[in-house]
């Protein structure tokens, strides 16, 4: 440390060859690069990551309930997320009913820490209220919850026909355990 202090200072250098100085120069610098790495390294490890959980936390991260209708105006499908974007484009890829949604009639309504009553989180917030909506208006496209699923097959089906929707086949990820059984 007492190099370190001579050579930024600069005490002790004028007798010295100037390569030896500016060696013990570089050489500082890298100490000091190193130590600022390890530093940074240190606090990342004791300091939380923003929205990282810990048994015990209440998860208080926003979450909106989105709401997608035909161009009538009735529902077709009610969720929440985190990442609504995301979300929407995993219903392109996958969901039959993506056709029939009329973006510009979509709603989402977000719930923060700010918004919940006490004791409850923003996802129970809109768990509540996604509940509530799907029960209420039987989304042709919501499979849970759904009062009218069984009865709303035949549309369902009609609507699938109708664009030529055929359901794609199961992803094979790796660590899933795919059944013996095939049906």
């Not at 939380?48 to 048994?55: D, S, V």
């Not at 969901?95 to 973006?103: E, F, G, H, K, R």
Request: charged share 15%; proline share 9%.
């Amino acid at each position: 440390m007492q190099a370190t202090l001579l050579v930024l200072t600069g005490v002790g250098a004028a007798n010295r060859w100037p390569t030896q100085s500016a060696t013990a120069l570089v050489l500082t610098a890298l100490a000091m690069g190193a130590w600022w790495w390890a530093r940074a390294a240190l606090r990342a490890r004791t300091q939380p990551a923003p929205y990282t959980l810990r048994r015990g936390h209440l998860d208080m991260r926003p979450v909106g309930v989105y709401q997608h209708f035909f161009t009538n105006a009735q529902h077709v499908y009610v969720g929440i997320t985190n990442d609504y974007p995301a979300r929407c484009a995993q219903h392109a890829e996958g969901s039959w009913w993506w056709a029939y949604v009329d973006p510009t009639r979509s709603l989402l309504q977000t719930f923060t820490a700010d918004d919940c009553a006490p004791g409850w989180t923003p996802r129970q917030m809109a768990k509540a209220l996604e509940s509530r909506l799907i029960t209420t208006y039987a989304p042709i496209g919501n499979t849970e919850e759904n009062p009218l699923y069984g009865p709303q097959e035949p549309i369902r089906a009609q609507l699938q026909a109708a664009i030529g929707w055929t359901p794609p086949p199961p992803a094979d990820r790796p660590g899933r355990r795919l059944s013996w059984r095939t049906a």
